[in-house]
């Protein structure tokens, strides 16, 4: 079955601090994509990034970072020096591609606060 | 490109009443979707559309639940006899094919129900 797990319901630091978001997933495809998403107080999902399964090559983009282990089935995000304007909730999702339909199976969801 | 619109922000009804919500989807993305979101957990699949065809259902909309999108363009999501469970944020999103494998779907800002 599929399934992703965000165990970190709520993380809260000190601006400037690093600060990693836990996402680990469960699924019996070999084709699948796994996401991240913001969603701020205003409630839109923000897109951040995707990976696909057979692309296991870390990815830094300006202070976020993700790190894509399919060994552990865990794809972790990890902000540098946060801010306050990265408080929210953050998802992680997985697609499976043989669904067809691309539908994504979110996390519960992190919610981080960055205090000033 | 002014995004994918949903339109009410937020609506509140009594139990038994029906709902109807819009969804308009950025004007070239031929895939849309509707998502169910209640309090402190992610969003859930409810339905796909592939232009005005409606290709998935989840086993969450029961058939008090009814979705359409005429000629491909926006999409209503109509949920009849309200029940105080129905109450949740309802995100719309939508993607070009092959653009949820690069890109992410769009989201709305999703519009939030409270029945009482």
């Known amino acids: 079955a599929q399934k992703v797990t965000q165990a970190q319901t709520e993380i809260s630091v000190v601006e400037k601090e690093d600060v990693t978001l836990d996402c680990v997933y469960e699924?019996?495809?070999?084709?699948?994509?796994l996401f991240w998403y913001k969603q701020p107080p205003s409630g839109e999902l923000v897109f951040l990034i995707r990976?696909?399964?057979?692309?296991?090559q870390n990815e830094i983009s300006g202070r976020y970072s993700w790190n894509f282990q399919k060994s552990t089935s865990s794809f972790n995000f990890t902000i540098t020096a946060s801010q306050v304007v990265d408080s929210a909730v953050y998802f992680c999702a997985l697609s499976e591609a043989d669904s067809g339909t691309y539908k994504y199976i979110f996390g519960t969801g992190t919610r981080l606060k960055v205090l000033a | 490109d002014t995004g994918v619109s949903q339109d009410p922000r937020h609506k509140i009804t009594k139990r038994g009443q029906n709902v109807t919500f819009r969804c308009d989807p950025i004007s070239e993305h031929n895939r849309l979707y509707w998502y169910r979101q209640t309090l402190g957990q992610g969003p859930e699949f409810l339905t796909y559309?592939?232009?005005?065809?409606?290709?998935?259902k989840s086993r969450l909309l029961s058939d008090r639940f009814s979705a359409e999108r005429p000629k491909g363009s926006f999409s209503t999501l109509e949920i009849q006899r309200t029940e105080q469970g129905d109450s949740a944020m309802y995100l719309c999103a939508s993607s070009l094919v092959g653009g949820d494998l690069s890109h992410g779907y769009t989201f709305g800002s999703g519009t939030r129900l409270t029945v009482v």
């Open positions: 990976r696909n399964s057979f692309d296991e």
């Open positions: 559309f592939q232009n005005e065809a409606q290709l998935e």
């Open positions: 699924t019996r495809d070999t084709t699948y994509y």
